[in-house]
């Protein structure tokens, strides 16, 4: 064990205390954690918990729904036991019937434990079927396949409809609106402002959007994650991580001799934000098919189009003074719009509420660090109150919430 | 999040769905070569209609409560002799009539009302339905109760008996821990039930105390004999929200589809049928393949219907006679398609050879 002294300077030598030793240390910090275990023993052991709630006081009963397919073979439900006494799933209705299911690996599930219910139940295509499981006490559980479609399997067609959906939603719209960089590059002072203002707007509206669908997402995941702090934190470690790129891009920049403008760092920033961004959304399209919702999904896609042709423009607009190359410009593109297509496949896939909050978290974070991004290039030196009364700055911003307003409106 | 549709844009979204995916479809057909033998996404076909696969999974353990046995048990005939001395005993008087008494005891008891679903019931002697009452019209009875239960209970019994007798005032409960004397004649002749009145008065019944009360006609011969079945219509609310989750002839959900009811072809057979269901307003039984005769509370000696569905209120009930004329299983439920799927279902099997 090193010690945290140089060696020649003893404590007889210098007439100081002398420190404990390594293994003293050790001690002392493994001491109250060896205490700690001791006293879960005890808790386990004697179950000062039991004693409360008495003989024979009903188990508390959760089961979180994490994902339902609905395929040839009838539906299959995957569910997760999120309370703190085990559960057993003792029958199964589909649309108030019993009906015949397996449970593997069994119908008994401990905290936090997981089965597969497959039910061969003949669902009709187009209509809404309820599942209601009941567990050995009677509790029921209930989940409802608003529309039912048959769950898309991960094969060459899953995977090529699922790009087609994040071409649709990420990579298409997003090119579009980059089509606005000559107007952009061509326009005055007032004209970029407004621009960068609009960005803005958009961004705000999709900054609240993000936290309305994260928590909402949390509220509906098994409470054991704890959702909202898992989002919170998520944005935050995502800001957070957003500035430290920014920072480390700049200083590359200088080093390097100011070979890139400011205006492209920002460009690149907010490309990463939006396509943090559009993970998150894919996710929820993925998502939407995979709990037997694909018409929902179908809905999203819808309102992610029309939304995201902003986020084009969003990219493009501190670009307004900087020389570009079209390469440049489709890696921009691609950032912010591709990741949509991942984000499709892994919430098809893989769906569970808990990624949904987490990528939503990040694509919050992200969104917030670019807004912050964008400001400072708006307002610059001055302060952020005196350019906001701009007419420009002032009119932009309105101007972005009521397009993302208008669209929203429009897709419901 | 987005798009979190009613109803209404649910029709349109799932058109532009099938746009999407037909454009999808078209789009990664040409993008993706090996397409072939792929199930189209949007006209797949439902899965296999397996018939067998309805009905709850699993068996129940009959130990405690085996429902074929209770079909044909009245006043404790289930028990051996010493055993049903305990709770029946049975005094011929001068005047020909007898006197039965009875020890009835109400307890909580978690039963299994289901494969594997386990129910916390009140119970009359530790069973749902409470012990079938048998009697002859004129005789005395003397039911001495016990409440060993949580909650104040009691019995009121349907026929005719004094005010002080009917078990139903706040003040007519017992408390935990008390008894009671309950003595009245057994009449009119019928098929009755009796069920505890506490309060409140829902819960009680649908917790489970209630149970068949059968008074037969003065004369033996007024009925022809036949092989009696007491069927009690029951329904359990497992998670409290004023619906019931499992229905049941005599408790145990799709029971008597796995353990047919075994009558013989060309036999006369009487059905002691009560409506016990609570929370739904009515219930009903559907026989396939044969007619039954209809007598309402089985208070006169000639049918009123002939018919293969009798619809009961909420603690009403019927005698159906019937005679099965061909071998095999014949089905019966309740005709409410969402009761016989929710366990109100069974079957008859009928053996022998066809009577000519």
Known sequence: ??????????????????????????????????????????????????????????????????????????????????GPDPVTIAQVQVDDAYWSFTS??????????????????????????????????????????????????????????????????????????????PLVSRAGRATVNFMLALTIGLLLFLLIEAGHDGLEAAASAPSSFQGEALFVFGALAAYIGLEMVGGWLRTRRRDAGAAVGSGWILALLVATGIGLHNFGEGLAIGAAFSLGEAALGTLLIVGFTLHNTTEGLAIVAPLAKEPVRVGQLLRLGALGGAPTIA?????????????????????????????????????????????????PVAGGLFAGVAVMYVTGLIVG | MRGRADPQNRRWSRRAWLRLAGLGSLTS??????????????????????????????????ESFDPTQFLRTWNFSNLPALERERFYRETPKLDGTTLREYELFAVDREIEIAPGVFFPAWTYNGQVPGPTIRATA??????????????????????????????????????????????????????HLYHCHANPLKRHLHKGLYGAFIVDPPSASARPPADELVMVLNGFDTNFDAENEFYAANTVASFYLQEPIRVAVGQLVRMYVVNMTEFDLINSLHLHGMFFDVFRTGTSLTTTESTDTIMLCQGERAILETTFRYPGDFMFHGHQAEFAELGWMGLFRAEGTRAT
Request: no cysteine; aromatic share 8%.
């Open chain 1, 1 to 82: 064990m090193p010690l945290s002294q140089p060696p020649r300077r003893t404590g007889a030598e210098t007439g100081r205390v002398r420190r404990p030793s390594g293994a003293v240390l050790l001690a002392l910090a493994v001491l109250p954690l060896v205490l700690l275990g001791g006293l879960l023993g005890v808790l386990v052991w004697s179950g000062p918990v039991d004693a409360v709630r008495g003989e024979g006081y009903p188990p508390v009963e959760t089961l979180a729904f994490q994902r339902v397919e609905l395929g040839p073979d009838g539906v299959l439900a995957v569910v997760l036991n999120d």
């Open chain 1, 104 to 181: 593997a690996p069994g119908p008994t599930l401990a905290h936090l434990g997981r089965a597969t219910l497959t039910i061969p139940y003949p669902w009709v295509e187009g209509d809404a079927h309820t599942l209601r499981l009941v567990t050995s006490s009677g509790v029921t559980f209930d989940h409802e396949v608003a529309v039912a479609v048959e769950t898309p399997s991960p094969d060459a067609r899953f995977f090529g409809i699922f790009t087609l959906i994040g071409l649709y939603v990420g990579v298409i719209p997003v090119a579009i609106g980059l089509l606005w960089l």
């Open chain 1, 343 to 391: 984000g499709a496949m892994v919430g098809g896939l893989i769906y569970s509420p808990i990624w949904s909050v987490l990528f939503l978290a990040i694509g919050a974070g992200a969104i917030a660090q670019v807004v912050v991004q964008l400001t400072r290039q708006v307002v610059g030196e001055e302060s952020v109150s005196a350019y906001v009364a701009t007419a």
């Open chain 2, 29 to 62: 057909g040409v993008a993706l070569a090996s397409q072939d033998g792929q199930p189209d996404l949007v006209s797949a076909s439902a899965p296999d209609h397996l018939g067998a696969a309805m009905g709850p999974v699993g068996r129940v353990s009959t």
């Open chain 2, 138 to 191: 004129g005789d005395h009875l003397r039911i001495n109760f016990v409440n060993q239960g949580s909650h104040p209970h009691g019995l009121h019994f349907h026929g005719w008996h004094p005010p002080g007798m009917d078990g139903a005032l706040a003040e007519q409960q017992v408390m935990p821990g008390d008894s009671f004397l309950y003595e009245f004649d057994a009449e009119p002749f019928g098929v």
